[in-house]
């Protein structure tokens, strides 16, 4: 049994839930959940938890970042190059001064709206089963605040539909697709997004990635090794317990606030918990003066 993170580069045209799916079959267990959607165009980072590391999804971190290719000159129903055609407007003309103008009105916090054709709830409903029965309208999605920490041009291709790659760090429930649709209507060509690449998500980046590729043959070799459970959680703050500490904590027993912890920087209501031996024994919320154990995973390390 694997307990800890595998981070997955997804392939296009397979959702998360397929990716989960697969990864279930491939390791034979159950209990698998992904860290965050990814539309199945996209390709790139997911990271997914495998065993008890599950319990550990609801504290990761939410930044994420993309490589972006935006296509001017088209408009799809669902803001990406595989939806239905709305519009056709060639745009040869087009220069990459007039874009880089208007890229700062996408980053910082900025309002959007979600695409029409998303996993966005709506009294209950997904927009997209919402979208595909005719039952709403772009005027019904909600805006919603987002953050867009930064955007870099990599590239652009000139022609009759000109291409532009970009490079963008962003907050959770940014849409890319979003941006690519905003840019295009103030150009007043139309755009839609012909490409993406997640490239870090959660605290996980492409570099500690495998394709199922990979994950097939390693487990052929016996080589697959699931990333650490608190690999994504060096962000909130470290709490080391002695050994009686121990003991009571894994017993689901509060621990009075150690002096230690009072020189930290709390910026979380949670902490890392680990044993003497630098053992990762899960997390704790600060309340107060005491560490309350909110997910113990002693027993399994």
């Known amino acids: 049994m694997f307990h800890g993170f595998i981070s997955i580069d997804k392939p296009p045209e397979i959702t998360a839930h397929d990716c989960v799916s697969k990864l279930r079959k491939l390791l034979r267990q159950k209990k698998i959940g992904h860290g965050g959607t990814l539309d199945p165009m996209a390709t790139g980072v997911l990271p997914i938890a495998v065993g008890n590391a599950t319990r550990l999804l609801r504290f990761l971190p939410s930044g994420k970042a993309y ?3 935006i296509r001017f000159g088209l408009v799809t129903n669902t803001d990406d190059i595989t939806g239905e055609i709305i519009s056709d407007l060639p745009c040869t003309d087009l220069n990459l001064a007039a874009v880089k103008d208007l890229l700062p009105l996408f980053q910082g916090k900025i309002t959007q709206r ?9 009294d209950g409903k997904r927009l997209y089963d919402l979208a595909r029965r005719g039952e709403i309208t772009e005027a019904d999605v909600p805006m919603r605040e987002v953050e867009v920490k930064e955007i870099k041009i990599l590239g652009w291709t000139e022609g009759d ?4 790659d970009l490079a963008i760090a962003c907050g959770a429930g940014t849409y890319i697709r979003a941006i690519a649709r905003d840019l295009g209507e103030k150009l007043g060509c139309g755009a839609t997004l012909s490409g993406l690449r997640r490239t870090f998500s959660n605290g996980f980046d492409l ?8 994950v097939v043959e390693k487990l052929r070799s016996h080589s697959l090794e699931v990333l650490a459970p608190d690999h994504g959680l060096h962000f909130l703050p470290e709490v080391t317990l002695d050994a009686k500490q121990t003991k009571y904590w894994c017993m689901g027993q509060t621990i009075k606030l150690l002096d230690k912890l009072l020189g930290l920087e709390i910026c979380s209501q949670y902490v890392r918990m680990y044993d003497h ?5 899960g997390v704790s919320e600060v309340n107060e003066s005491v560490l309350q154990p909110i997910v113990v995973l002693s027993p399994i390390n």
Do not use: N, R, W
């Open 207 to 214: 570099d500690a990635s495998l394709t199922f590729d990979q």
């Open 161 to 164: 539909y000109p291409e532009l």
């Open 277 to 281: 031996e630098q053992k990762f024994l």
């Open 67 to 69: 490589t972006a290719k």
């Open 114 to 122: 979600p695409p029409t054709f998303s996993a966005i709830q709506v």
